[in-house]
Each structure stands twice: as structure tokens, then as C-alpha cells.
């Protein structure tokens, strides 16, 4: 079965350092999601992708968030400065949507395992 | 203001037995609604998804209904079993297809 994979699996650091999470989308699906997911607040839309263009990411904290798809088989999310508020566990999920479908069209989203991140 | 509400916050049921979970939701208007199952330390995976012309689905022994009348879903699972222990996820999907609005989760346990 095709599979979204994401890396690392967990990170600890310090906070003040930068934090890069990857993604590597099922091959052929054309959008990329990243959320986080806290016990207080469940899971949170951070950014999508389309065709690898940025299409929202109005959920992620600007000035220090960024998300960018280098290629169709990379997604990344960077935090720097990382703050101990960050802790939380990222997922990335990919899909395949039609021209002219919203991103959110009745199609599955497939879900990497995510990446646990701790800021000390 | 949009919103997605799941009860109970957690369950215990005995193996084999039959359980509901419920999802009301505020969002209008209305795209459609999923139910995700969560495994401990895993990634969401979809179990159904409807519109807003279905009211039921059935995957397996998971059979989701939507009222979009009175804006309720509810998860049934069917004769339990241990690896149904995880957690379920109510997210309604907004008409403009612009955002997904997420429950924050039913967390089931079956025990033996």
C-alpha cells in the first residue's frame, strides 16, 4: 500500500533552534496538507498545497512558520525560532483532487505517522 | 461560528459488543462529513466520507449516518473487537470546500 512518510518520527530540541519536518507525499496525488495536533486543541490546519503552489496557510504562525514544496516528492515545514508552544505532533496528509475540485472535495486524505516534537 | 462537538470524550466497552459515537456539528453550509480512526502514535485514517445527499455508509463493521437536517452524524461499530481501540474523529467539511472543520475526537476502549 502507497504510503505518505514523514520524518523524523520524534525530534527533541531546545527551543531558539530550528525545526525542519519532511514529507514525502503518496506519488501522483497532486495536494499536500499539514496539520498539528495538541491534546488541548485536536487537530489544526496548518497549510495546503496544490500542485505543489501554496494555496492557504493562514493556520500557521507567520513569523516563524514556513512551508514550502521544493518538488512533487518533498514537503517541508520549518519552525525557527522553535518555541516550547510548538510541542505538539505534525502530520502531513496528501490527496488527489480533479481540476476545478475544492481541496477539500469528497476525496480520503491519506496520513503520514507524524512527527512528535518536543521544545525544552 | 463553525463548529464540531463529539460525545462521549471517551468510552469502555467489553469485546464484542456494539457501540455509538456521536458528532453534532454547526458548520453551514454543509460539504461533507468524515470519521477518521486514530491509532495510538499513528497517523487519521478515513473510514467514510458523505455528502450531503447520503445518510449512511457503511465500511466493514463501521456504519456512519448523517441527519443533515438536524445537523448530527453518529459512528456505529459493530460486535467490537480490540483493535477497534483508538480514537474517532468527526471533521465536517465546509460547502465553499475552503476549510475542514475537526471534532476533537471520541477515545474508545474495548477491553477483553
Known amino acids: 500500500d502507497a504510503r505518505v512518510t514523514q520524518t523524523p518520527r520524534h525530534k527533541v530540541t531546545e527551543m531558539g533552534q530550528e525545526v525542519t519536518m519532511r514529507c514525502q507525499p503518496i506519488l501522483g496525488h497532486n495536494t499536500v496538507f499539514w496539520y498539528r495536533q495538541t491534546m488541548m486543541q485536536g487537530l489544526e490546519l496548518l497549510a495546503y498545497f496544490r500542485n505543489r503552489a501554496p494555496l492557504d496557510d493562514s493556520g500557521m504562525p507567520k513569523d516563524r512558520f514556513s512551508a514550502e514544496m521544493p518538488d512533487a516528492t518533498l514537503a517541508t515545514l520549518k519552525i525557527q525560532p522553535s518555541e516550547p508552544r510548538d510541542s505538539a505532533v505534525y502530520f502531513c496528509?496528501?490527496?488527489?483532487?480533479?481540476?476545478?475540485?475544492?481541496?477539500?472535495?469528497?476525496?480520503?486524505?491519506?496520513f503520514g505517522d507524524g512527527t512528535r516534537l518536543s521544545i525544552l | 461560528k463553525n463548529q464540531v462537538e463529539q460525545s462521549p470524550q471517551s468510552l469502555i466497552i467489553l469485546e464484542g459488543k456494539n457501540c455509538t459515537l456521536q458528532?453534532?456539528?454547526?458548520?453551514?453550509?454543509?460539504?461533507?462529513l468524515r470519521w477518521y480512526k486514530q491509532d495510538t502514535g499513528r497517523g487519521p485514517v478515513s473510514l467514510t466520507i458523505?455528502?450531503?445527499?447520503?445518510n449512511t455508509k457503511s465500511n466493514g463493521r463501521y456504519t456512519a449516518t448523517l441527519d443533515a437536517d438536524t445537523k448530527q452524524s453518529s459512528l456505529h461499530i459493530t460486535a467490537s473487537q480490540l483493535s477497534d481501540s483508538a480514537s474517532y474523529i468527526c471533521?465536517?467539511?465546509?460547502?465553499?470546500?475552503?476549510?475542514?472543520?475537526f471534532g476533537k475526537g471520541t477515545t474508545l476502549s474495548v477491553s477483553s
Open positions: 458528532c453534532n456539528y454547526t458548520v453551514s453550509p454543509f460539504s461533507n
Open positions: 458523505m455528502t450531503f445527499s447520503e
Open positions: 471533521v465536517v467539511g465546509h460547502q465553499a470546500g475552503t476549510a475542514l472543520i
Open positions: 496528509a496528501s490527496g488527489l483532487v480533479t481540476d476545478g475540485q475544492p481541496p477539500y472535495s469528497n476525496q480520503p486524505q491519506h
